[in-house]
T-cell receptor, first 110, second 112 residues
Framework: DAKTTQPPSMDCAEGRAANLPCNHSTISGNEYVYWYRQIHSQGPQYIIHGLKNNETNEMASLIITEDRKSSTLILPHATLRDTAVYYCIVRVNGDYKLSFGAGTTVTVRA | ETGVTQTPRHLVMGMTNKKSLKCEQHLGHNAMYWYKQSAKKPLELMFVYSLEERVENNSVPSRFSPECPNSSHLFLHLHTLQPEDSALYLC???????????FGNGTRLTVT
């Protein structure tokens, strides 16, 4: 699997959009970008995934650059409950393996 | 309610004990997983079952023994563990091995 690079931590203001970057410069054509988050004392929660097109669901938007070497997860209106560790993962299509890194610790402040 | 239920939430056991962790998924999924999350370390994949057959055994010591009697239930049998096995053990399920994983909230295991 391609490795990902994320900032170790970031702060966001409540009510503002949170933009979480991820670099995956060695991504292959058959690898998807997945985002999960883990709130303290809970299991990881699936947020969104995509291959090359931008994706949006009720939780977030995923913007993937045209060369697919980086992506951004956007939480449109961050709340205190969005405080969590966010993981950006690349996963080969059809492969069950999901390899977690250290993620980004996001703290939403009032 | 995550759709994946793990019991117990917390477990303290001695090194000579035998215990089991239980996972049940109510999502109709066909694949189930065990992950280990130690302090200050990324999640590590331990075992994967697809349609009740084990498809991954990620160099896990034999003191951890998984069991998948049907597609809704997954167990992790523990015996003669070491203190370094203390961790959060997470169960997950997915529709198939290509779909997003849904995790339970884990069992916090302490080995004394």
């Amino acid at each position: 699997d391609a490795k990902t690079t994320q900032p170790p931590s970031m702060d966001c203001a409540e009510g503002r959009a949170a933009n979480l970057p991820c670099n995956h410069s060695t991504i292959s054509g058959n690898e998807y970008v997945y985002w999960y988050r883990q709130i303290h004392s809970q299991g990881p929660q699936y947020i969104i995934h995509g291959l090359k097109n931008n994706e949006t669901n009720e939780m977030a938007s995923l913007i993937i650059t045209e060369d697919r070497k980086s992506s951004t997860l956007i939480l449109p209106h961050a709340t205190l409950r969005d405080t969590a560790v966010y993981y950006c993962i690349v996963r080969v299509n059809g492969d069950y393996k999901l390899s977690f890194g250290a993620g980004t610790t996001v703290t939403v402040r009032a | 309610e995550t759709g994946v239920t793990q019991t117990p939430r917390h477990l303290v056991m001695g090194m000579t004990n035998k215990k089991s962790l239980k996972c049940e998924q109510h999502l109709g999924h066909n694949a189930m997983y065990w992950y280990k999350q130690s302090a200050k370390k990324p999640l590590e994949l331990m075992f994967v079952y697809s349609l009740e057959e084990r498809v991954e055994n990620n160099s896990v010591p034999s003191r951890f023994s998984p069991e998948c009697p049907n597609s809704s239930h997954l167990f992790l049998h523990l015996h003669t563990l070491q203190p370094e096995d203390s961790a959060l053990y997470l169960c997950a399920s997915s529709q198939d091995t290509r779909s997003p994983l849904h995790f339970g909230n884990g069992t916090r295991l302490t080995v004394t």
